[in-house]
């Protein structure tokens, strides 16, 4: 034991188990005699196995061993370019920096020229033109022979809202409707240009020779005067085109629907009065 007197604890305790290795590897090799080994051999065998645990160390168990440096980290390794790469590098990040110019430019030339486009299609976007009815007059109404004398006149403006676009109108025709039958029909006016924020009057009569009103279509009329209201219905037709500038639209069937009702006298009523009519094109 003297020998070993000059080694470390752990170094003591290393070779304590080498020594208990060797030892157990001899006894296990010797040749054995073939008496079954009895309870108490076999459990002191047992406690013998039962006590080969594992030893861990920890530093504070030995305070004064030397603790493990960490490992430098090896540093990256410094590249040295050539002057043709940096020149290459100069010339491409110029290269970037005007295609991006070009394309702001032209991404703004581009929204610029659009918003143009779209104040000009606003401005220049026809409008269709607007009619209200102002008059419509029934005067025979009140006499139940009137039919053989039977007479309408109306009223209706037509307007251009367009500040810089005119209308050409082809002929216009009017005709008079009662419960969706057509009760009179005649030219209204010949073909003529609408200025731009103008007002035209259309005006008309249609009488004897215009209406097709017989002696059972006069007494519809009386029977829904008695009730306080006749209502009959005003169409208008005609070909226009728009002229914008220095050109002209193609041409539009248009039609106008005025509703009008009169009261027992045969005018118009007043709720009825300067009523816009709806205008489409076909």
């Known amino acids: 034991m003297a020998l070993y007197s000059f080694l470390s604890p752990m170094q003591k305790d290393i070779k304590f188990l080498v020594d208990h290795v060797i030892g157990h590897y001899i006894s296990n090799t010797s040749v054995s005699s073939p008496k079954k080994s009895s309870p108490k051999t076999f459990s002191k065998r047992k ?17 004064n061993q030397p603790t493990p440096q960490p490992q ?27 295609i991006k110019i070009l394309c702001t ?29 102002v008059d419509f007059n029934v005067p025979g109404l009140s006499q139940p022979s009137g039919f053989e004398n039977a007479q309408i006149t109306f009223n209706v403006t037509d307007r251009n809202s367009n500040p810089h ?3 050409y109108y082809d002929s216009m025709v009017g005709s008079v409707f009662y419960k969706d039958q057509q009760i009179g029909s005649a030219p209204l006016m010949d073909p003529f240009y609408q200025e731009p924020k103008t007002t035209t ?13 017989n002696s059972n279509r006069w007494k519809e009329f009386m029977d829904a ?27 539009h069937k248009m039609h106008v629907n005025c509703d009008v009702a009169v009261g027992p006298d045969g005018t118009i009523l007043p709720t009825w009065k300067n009523k816009k009519c709806p205008v489409y094109f076909s």
């Open 225 to 251: 005067r008695q009730q306080g209201t006749v209502i009959f219905r005003l169409e208008i037709t005609s070909v226009i085109r728009f002229k914008v500038t220095t050109w002209d639209t193609k041409h």
């Open 201 to 213: 009057i259309v005006y008309s009569t249609f009488g004897a020779a215009t209406l097709t009103v």
């Open 105 to 133: 430019i032209f991404l703004s030339l581009l929204l610029f020229v659009g918003i143009v486009l779209f104040i000009l299609w606003l401005s220049l976007r026809p409008h269709r033109p607007r009619f209200h009815i």
């Open 72 to 98: 430098p980290q090896p540093q990256p390794i410094k590249r040295h370019h050539t002057a043709r790469y940096y020149a290459h590098r100069v010339r491409e990040s110029l290269t970037n920096r005007v």
């Open 47 to 63: 406690m013998a196995r039962s006590d080969r645990l594992p030893i861990r160390y920890t530093l504070q168990d030995y305070p």
């Open 165 to 167: 676009i005119g209308i």
